[in-house]
């Protein structure tokens, strides 16, 4: 057995991390390999030289070099070797062949969900460990790479799943690892390169329109798998493109045709439209003939203005010299009246000088008098002063006198011991009455629990007395779990949506308890205990709140919304009575029409028939060919099951004996239970009455440690008291020195403020002489303005007299000019009118210019053409036009002006409709060409790369002699439905047929599979394929075969790494010289020193004993 390497799985319990493979060092890192691992040769040189005189085979870029774990599944420490062609790992089951597929599928990248397995990384870790270790080594490309790059995944065991990614030694992400993969053509998510185990039944049920994807992927170049995903989209669009172009010829067809319906109509309505559109014309454009008539009348306005100014100015020029007198005299007279007003204000000016200095002389006399007040007041304090000195003298004595009676010296340690001793005793009895509080507190809590359990007690006496109690109880014997759960649903009715109704048990009633034994043995235990909701959202609020919160694992739960007249009996009654039956079981229960729909779905109990007497053999066989599949009698339940395909003789009746009822059934109340109830019931009335004793115990007990806390109190507060009067007495005769100096200072200012009397009263005397100066002087003053203001009124008496004068001489010139003045001022008044006329006539032509100016920027065709020939008339024929026009529009019908809308939208629909169908026929076009370019290019080689996958595929059948082929299935308008068809024939009688989960047994589709992956050995890209347990299911003849056509095929030269696990292994297979055993044993009974299981001295025992070679 060349090649044969003992390999072994430490332990749990070992603390070392030795490595499995024999010739491998026991460090933590292996160094990673550039070429072939050596070996140490198990086998005579003789047969190594006969059998394998080429040179060794070397390591294709991108396969497995070396394979390292730790604390990964099963293994605390591991390493794989793996050889460059077939390498078979072999080991009883659960010793961990698998977890080298699930190493090198998360070692390299892929996601837990390809193995089939766990969904989360973490679940890979070892039981017990914190993280995992995967390192794998490739083959280096010798273009790219001058070392094997080595592939090492971290993965943590924590909530997020964290996982870190190494490349040569270096940080690196699970983007850079799968650019690494993809750049060695390594598909792991392929099922055609690596096929684990819990996938390999996933692989043979294959759709054969996905395995001609994976056969592509795996065995084709990328652009293979490109162009048949440019076919697929291209036809997509097609398809797309035809549906748009027939619904576009036939919405261009409605189109035309409602378009030509409408022709005559539409005539009619653009003739009327186009009176319409020039009577709207006429009407916009009113403003020009209107500007004429405001321009006429403005040009008239102003030639009759001009004519009445120039008559104003001869008047004026005649009536001059009899009115320049008046205005001389007005002149004169508006002289006067300025000079009047100026010595007016020097008059007012003056007086307010007068009235200041008045009021300063005011001043003066009442600060003269403050003087007098202040003098008063000087010699009022001196009194004073001298009666504040004797108080002063008087109680610095008093003071002294006390100095000198010192207070008695107080212990004020001791009292404050006192203080603290009585402070203690008060905290020992709030401790002592707390803790007997706490205590009364506990017995009342006791108290309320029994309560709580009398209640209980008495409730459930009552229950056992009551027939809804005694259901209540036999659900709780039948299923602890669902009782629970029914009581938390009857407490959480406010949190369904619909109804949610109870076990059947509780629910529903027999109509007749002869019947009892029948029913339960039709419906069993786990329809009686069901609780049926009627929303899906309650199904899934009871799944979260039952199973994962309240950890209930024996409950039914059944979602179902449909009423009880869904369900159709098979047979009248008249018809069922013929049949040898009377009823159904659905006729003999009663309870809420949901529950009783729920067993017409579950158990069909709408079509399960009841006989009230044993059927005759006639009744029997009439049975058997009736629609009714189910039945019970008296004593017995029939089931028949029926198989068309093998007519009568696919008939077969199972029986069952009645089961004796134990829910549906009325029995006296349980004697021994109802006592036991009883018992309880007084027992824990006494337990209370105690705890209530020794609560109000603890409660008098309390209260004593209050009354004693309160005398402590006052003995406290006493000598507080005591303190606090010592303490204070003492701080006050302390306090008596500083008392008396400052009883001091306040004499010392006295005598200094006496001192200074006299100095104060000069002052103020000083102050009065300077004050009657001042008012003397502004006397001399105030007479000086006085006299000023005389002189002042006089001139303005003077002034106001000439006023007088000029005013009368005035009026009388002005009286002999009046019929002069009025002729003039009448004359201005028309001329004022003239000219109001010419401004409001010109405002009105100069708005009509800018209306016609701005008409004349967005006037249409029609417009100006209107415009051109209407502009020249006068208004009223203007109005004769716009009579004319309506006329004649009176006389053309109008019909349903929604019609030319209609039909010009439509007109453009159509424009667009034929340009968006050329569009689309266009690129029909283009997508045709495209189509038909990729194709040209992708079917030739792929009906090539299928042909050379079918001719080794027939070839691995030949071996066995049986036949099998691999064809294309073509469907030419749609790229979608090509497939893979895989046809076998395993007997020479049969004609070869397609392989599919039904035709064949599983371990024909197992050999096919095999055959298949092998086929695609030659061609494939993938550097290394990994098939894990593909045998299982084989007879021991096949898999030999296919065993020995693996080991041609994988061993021959020039083909990819091949990894094969299985857990059983014939004797006397294939074996090659290229291939490599790995053996794995682990177990409890593993010796402790790996050395001492040495499975090359086994193997060469072996030889030995059978003779060798």
Same mark, same amino acid.
């Given at each position: 057995?060349?090649?044969?390497?003992?390999?072994?799985?430490?332990?749990?319990?070992?603390?070392?991390?030795?490595?499995?493979?024999?010739?491998?060092?026991?460090?933590?890192?292996?160094?990673?390999?550039?070429?072939?691992?050596?070996?140490?040769?198990?086998?005579?040189?003789?047969?190594?030289?006969?059998?394998?005189?080429?040179?060794?085979?070397?390591?294709?870029?991108?396969?497995?070099?070396?394979?390292?774990?730790?604390?990964?599944?099963?293994?605390?420490?591991?390493?794989?070797?793996?050889?460059?062609?077939?390498?078979?790992?072999?080991?009883?089951?659960?010793?961990?062949?698998?977890?080298?597929?699930?190493?090198?599928?998360?070692?390299?990248?892929?996601?837990?969900?390809?193995?089939?397995?766990?969904?989360?990384?973490?679940?890979?870790?070892?039981?017990?460990?914190?993280?995992?270790?995967?390192?794998?080594?490739?083959?280096?490309?010798?273009?790219?790479?001058?070392?094997?790059?080595?592939?090492?995944?971290?993965?943590?065991?924590?909530?997020?799943?964290?996982?870190?990614?190494?490349?040569?030694?270096?940080?690196?992400?699970?983007?850079?690892?799968?650019?690494?993969?993809?750049?060695?053509?390594?598909?792991?998510?392929?099922?055609?390169?690596?096929?684990?185990?819990?996938?390999?039944?996933?692989?043979?049920?294959?759709?054969?329109?996905?395995?001609?994807?994976?056969?592509?992927?795996?065995?084709?170049?990328?652009?293979?798998?490109?162009?048949?995903?440019?076919?697929?989209?291209?036809?997509?669009?097609?398809?797309?493109?035809?549906?748009?172009?027939?619904?576009?010829?036939?919405?261009?067809?409605?189109?035309?045709?409602?378009?030509?319906?409408?022709?005559?109509?539409?005539?009619?309505?653009?003739?009327?439209?186009?009176?319409?559109?020039?009577?709207?014309?006429?009407?916009?454009?009113?403003?020009?003939?209107?500007?004429?008539?405001?321009?006429?009348?403005?040009?008239?306005?102003?030639?009759?203005?001009?004519?009445?100014?120039?008559?104003?100015?001869?008047?004026?020029?005649?009536?001059?010299?009899?009115?320049?007198?008046?205005?001389?005299?007005?002149?004169?007279?508006?002289?006067?009246?300025?000079?009047?007003?100026?010595?007016?204000?020097?008059? =007012?000016?003056?007086?307010? $000088?007068?009235? /200041? %200095?008045?009021?300063? #002389?005011? +001043?003066?006399?009442?600060?003269?008098? *403050?003087?007098?007040?202040?003098?008063?007041?000087?010699?009022?304090?001196?009194?004073?002063?001298?009666?504040?000195?004797?108080?002063?003298?008087?109680?610095?004595?008093?003071?002294?006198?006390?100095?000198?009676?010192?207070?008695?010296?107080?212990?004020?340690?001791?009292?404050?011991?006192?203080?603290?001793?009585?402070?203690?005793?008060?905290?020992?009895?709030?401790?002592?009455?707390?803790?007997?509080?706490?205590?009364?507190?506990?017995?009342?809590?006791?108290?309320?629990?029994?309560?709580?359990?009398?209640?209980?007690?008495?409730?459930?006496?009552?229950?056992?007395?009551?027939?809804?109690?005694?259901?209540?109880?036999?659900?709780?014997?039948?299923?602890?779990? =669902?009782?629970?759960?029914? $009581?938390?649903? /009857? %407490?959480?009715?406010? #949190?369904? +949506?619909?109804?949610?109704?109870?076990? *059947?048990?509780?629910?529903?009633?027999?109509?007749?308890?002869?019947?009892?034994?029948?029913?339960?043995?039709?419906?069993?235990?786990?329809?009686?205990?069901?609780?049926?909701?009627?929303?899906?959202?309650?199904?899934?609020?009871?799944?979260?709140?039952?199973?994962?919160?309240?950890?209930?694992?024996?409950?039914?739960?059944?979602?179902?919304?449909?009423?009880?007249?869904?369900?159709?009996?098979?047979?009248?009654?008249?018809?069922?009575?013929?049949?040898?039956?009377?009823?159904?079981?659905?006729?003999?229960?009663?309870?809420?029409?949901?529950?009783?729909?729920?067993?017409?779905?579950?158990?069909?109990?709408?079509?399960?028939?009841?006989?009230?007497?044993?059927?005759?053999?006639?009744?029997? $066989?009439?049975?058997?060919?009736?629609?009714?599949?189910?039945?019970?009698?008296?004593?017995?339940?029939?089931?028949?099951?029926?198989?068309?395909?093998?007519?009568?003789?696919?008939?077969?009746?199972?029986?069952?004996?009645?089961?004796?009822?134990?829910?549906?059934?009325?029995?006296?109340?349980?004697?021994?239970?109802?006592?036991?109830?009883?018992?309880?019931?007084?027992?824990?009335?006494?337990?209370?009455?105690?705890?209530?004793?020794?609560?109000?115990?603890?409660?008098?007990?309390?209260?004593?440690?209050?009354?004693?806390?309160?005398?402590?109190?006052?003995?406290?507060?006493?000598?507080?008291?005591?303190?606090?009067?010592?303490?204070?007495?003492?701080?006050?005769?302390?306090?008596?020195?500083?008392?008396?100096?400052?009883?001091?200072?306040?004499?010392?200012?006295?005598?200094?403020?006496?001192?200074?009397?006299?100095?104060?009263?000069?002052?103020?005397?000083?102050?009065?002489?300077?004050?009657?100066?001042?008012?003397?002087?502004?006397?001399?003053?105030?007479?000086?303005?006085?006299?000023?203001?005389?002189?002042?009124?006089?001139?303005?008496?003077?002034?106001?007299?000439?006023?007088?004068?000029?005013?009368?001489?005035?009026?009388?010139?002005?009286?002999?000019?009046?019929?002069?003045?009025?002729?003039?001022?009448?004359?201005?008044?028309?001329?004022?009118?003239?000219?109001?006329?010419?401004?409001?006539?010109?405002?009105?032509?100069?708005?009509?210019?800018?209306?016609?100016?701005?008409?004349?920027?967005?006037?249409?065709?029609?417009?100006?053409?209107?415009?051109?020939?209407?502009?020249?008339?006068?208004?009223?024929?203007?109005?004769?036009?716009?009579?004319?026009?309506?006329?004649?529009?009176?006389?053309?019908?109008?019909?349903?002006?929604?019609?030319?809308?209609?039909?010009?939208?439509?007109?453009?629909?159509?424009?667009?409709?034929?340009?968006?169908?050329?569009?689309?026929?266009?690129?029909?076009?283009?997508?045709?060409?495209?189509?038909?370019?990729?194709?040209?290019?992708?079917?030739?080689?792929?009906?090539?790369?299928?042909?050379?996958?079918?001719?080794?595929?027939?070839?691995?059948?030949?071996?066995?002699?049986?036949?099998?082929?691999?064809?294309?299935?073509?469907?030419?308008?749609?790229?979608?439905?090509?497939?893979?068809?895989?046809?076998?024939?395993?007997?020479?009688?049969?004609?070869?047929?397609?392989?599919?989960?039904?035709?064949?047994?599983?371990?024909?589709?197992?050999?096919?599979?095999?055959?298949?992956?092998?086929?695609?050995?030659?061609?494939?890209?993938?550097?290394?394929?990994?098939?894990?347990?593909?045998?299982?299911?084989?007879?021991?003849?096949?898999?030999?075969?296919?065993?020995?056509?693996?080991?041609?095929?994988?061993?021959?030269?020039?083909?990819?790494?091949?990894?094969?696990?299985?857990?059983?292994?014939?004797?006397?297979?294939?074996?090659?010289?290229?291939?490599?055993?790995?053996?794995?044993?682990?177990?409890?009974?593993?010796?402790?020193?790996?050395?001492?299981?040495?499975?090359?001295?086994?193997?060469?025992?072996?030889?030995?004993?059978?003779?060798?070679?």
């Amino acid at each position: 057995m060349p090649g044969l390497v003992p390999m072994r799985r430490p332990r749990d319990d070992e603390d070392d991390e030795s490595h499995v493979d024999g010739s491998t060092p026991s460090s933590d890192k292996r160094p990673r390999l550039n070429g072939h691992a050596s070996q140490t040769p198990l086998l005579p040189r003789s047969y190594e030289n006969g059998q394998n005189d080429a040179a060794p085979l070397t390591h294709s870029p991108g396969s497995i070099v070396r394979v390292a774990m730790k604390d990964f599944v099963t293994y605390t420490s591991a390493e794989f070797l793996p050889g460059p062609s077939l390498n078979m790992i072999i080991g009883p089951n659960g010793t961990g062949k698998s977890t080298l597929v699930c190493a090198i599928c998360l070692g390299l990248g892929a996601k837990p969900d390809v193995l089939g397995r766990a969904k989360d990384p973490s679940e890979f870790v070892k039981h017990g460990q914190k993280e995992a270790e995967i390192e794998i080594e490739l083959e280096r490309d010798p273009a790219r790479h001058r070392t094997n790059p080595v592939i090492k995944r971290i993965i943590k065991r924590d909530s997020n799943n964290k996982t870190f990614f190494m490349i040569d030694g270096r940080n690196s992400t699970q983007k850079a690892v799968a650019e690494l993969c993809r750049s060695f053509s390594i598909q792991v998510d392929n099922l055609c390169q690596f096929l684990p185990q819990d996938r390999v039944v996933e692989f043979a049920a294959l759709d054969p329109i996905e395995l001609l994807v994976q056969t592509q992927r795996a065995a084709a170049p990328d652009y293979m798998s490109d162009w048949h995903d440019q076919l697929k989209n291209m036809r997509n669009d097609q398809r797309k493109h035809q549906a748009e172009q027939g619904q576009q010829t036939e919405n261009l067809k409605n189109l035309e045709g409602r378009q030509n319906m409408q022709r005559g109509d539409v005539e009619r309505l653009r003739e009327r439209a186009e009176q319409q559109e020039k009577l709207a014309a006429l009407e916009r454009l009113r403003p020009f003939p209107a500007y004429n008539v405001a321009r006429e009348n403005y040009h008239e306005a102003k030639e009759r203005w001009k004519e009445a100014n120039n008559d104003l100015a001869a008047l004026r020029r005649e009536c001059e010299p009899a009115l320049a007198a008046v205005n001389s005299k007005d002149a004169y007279v508006k002289a006067i009246d300025a000079v009047v007003k100026r010595r007016q204000r020097l008059v =007012t000016r003056a007086q307010d $000088d007068i009235r /200041q %200095k008045v009021k300063k #002389q005011h +001043t003066a006399s009442e600060q003269h008098k *403050a003087c007098d007040q202040e003098l008063d007041a000087e010699k009022k304090n001196v009194k004073t002063h001298k009666q504040e000195r004797l108080r002063i003298d008087a109680q610095i004595k008093s003071l002294e006198r006390q100095v000198e009676n010192e207070p008695p010296t107080i212990d004020v340690a001791a009292l404050n011991e006192k203080i603290r001793d009585i402070s203690r005793q008060q905290r020992e009895k709030t401790d002592a009455a707390r803790d007997e509080n706490a205590k009364q507190d506990d017995k009342a809590n006791i108290c309320n629990s029994l309560d709580q359990r009398i209640g209980a007690a008495e409730t459930s006496l009552r229950q056992l007395r009551s027939k809804a109690g005694q259901q209540v109880n036999k659900l709780n014997n039948a299923s602890p779990d =669902t009782a629970k759960a029914w $009581d938390w649903i /009857q %407490k959480n009715r406010q #949190q369904f +949506t619909g109804k949610v109704f109870g076990p *059947a048990i509780l629910e529903c009633s027999v109509k007749d308890t002869r019947f009892a034994n029948l029913i339960e043995s039709v419906l069993g235990q786990a329809d009686m205990v069901c609780i049926t909701v009627t929303h899906k959202e309650d199904f899934n609020l009871l799944q979260r709140e039952l199973l994962n919160n309240q950890r209930l694992s024996d409950i039914n739960l059944r979602m179902l919304d449909t009423p009880l007249s869904y369900w159709e009996k098979p047979y009248s009654d008249n018809e069922l009575r013929q049949l040898g039956l009377n009823t159904y079981i659905l006729d003999l229960l009663e309870g809420p029409e949901e529950i009783l729909s729920m067993l017409c779905d579950n158990r069909n109990i709408h079509m399960y028939g009841v006989a009230f007497q044993e059927l005759s053999s006639q009744q029997f $066989d009439g049975m058997m060919s009736s629609r009714i599949s189910s039945w019970a009698t008296p004593t017995e339940t029939y089931n028949v099951t029926r198989r068309r395909e093998y007519g009568d003789a696919g008939t077969s009746t199972r029986t069952a004996r009645l089961k004796t009822a134990r829910f549906f059934t009325s029995q006296p109340v349980d004697t021994h239970a109802e006592q036991e109830y009883k018992n309880t019931i007084a027992e824990l009335k006494d337990e209370r009455q105690e705890a209530q004793r020794q609560a109000e115990a603890h409660k008098a007990t309390s209260i004593r440690y209050g009354r004693e806390h309160q005398e402590l109190g006052a003995q406290k507060k006493d000598l507080e008291a005591e303190k606090k009067q010592a303490q204070e007495a003492r701080s006050e005769w302390q306090k008596l020195p500083v008392r008396i100096a400052g009883f001091a200072s306040k004499r010392d200012a006295l005598d200094e403020r006496q001192a200074s009397y006299r100095v104060r009263v000069q002052q103020i005397k000083d102050k009065q002489d300077k004050l009657a100066l001042d008012r003397a002087q502004d006397a001399l003053t105030l007479v000086s303005s006085v006299q000023s203001l005389q002189k002042l009124e006089m001139d303005l008496l003077q002034a106001s007299l000439a006023m007088i004068e000029a005013e009368s001489d005035f009026q009388i010139l002005k009286a002999h000019n009046e019929e002069v003045r009025q002729n003039l001022e009448q004359r201005e008044r028309d001329v004022g009118v003239l000219m109001t006329e010419r401004d409001n006539l010109k405002k009105i032509a100069a708005a009509g210019l800018k209306a016609c100016n701005d008409l004349l920027q967005d006037l249409s065709d029609k417009e100006m053409e209107i415009y051109t020939e209407f502009n020249k008339i006068n208004l009223d024929e203007y109005e004769a036009e716009i009579d004319s026009t309506k006329a004649r529009l009176e006389m053309v019908h109008g019909g349903n002006p929604q019609i030319l809308r209609e039909y010009e939208k439509r007109a453009g629909d159509i424009e667009r409709s034929k340009r968006k169908l050329e569009l689309i026929e266009n690129e029909l076009i283009e997508l045709q060409q495209n189509i038909t370019s990729v194709r040209q290019k992708w079917e030739p080689e792929l009906d090539q790369l299928i042909g050379q996958i079918s001719d080794a595929f027939s070839e691995n059948f030949a071996k066995i002699n049986c036949a099998g082929q691999v064809e294309v299935y073509k469907e030419d308008d749609d790229f979608h439905r090509w497939a893979i068809q895989i046809q076998v024939k395993f007997r020479e009688n049969e004609q070869l047929s397609v392989l599919d989960s039904h035709r064949q047994s599983g371990g024909e589709r197992a050999v096919s599979t095999i055959f298949y992956l092998m086929a695609l050995q030659s061609l494939a890209r993938a550097p290394f394929r990994v098939v894990d347990e593909i045998n299982q299911g084989m007879d021991p003849r096949n898999e030999r075969m296919v065993h020995s056509r693996m080991v041609d095929i994988a061993c021959a030269e020039h083909t990819s790494q091949y990894f094969l696990i299985t857990p059983k292994l014939l004797p006397n297979l294939t074996y090659h010289p290229n291939m490599k055993v790995h053996c794995i044993a682990s177990g409890e009974y593993m010796p402790e020193d790996q050395g001492k299981l040495d499975f090359g001295a086994l193997a060469q025992k072996a030889l030995a004993v059978y003779g060798g070679l």
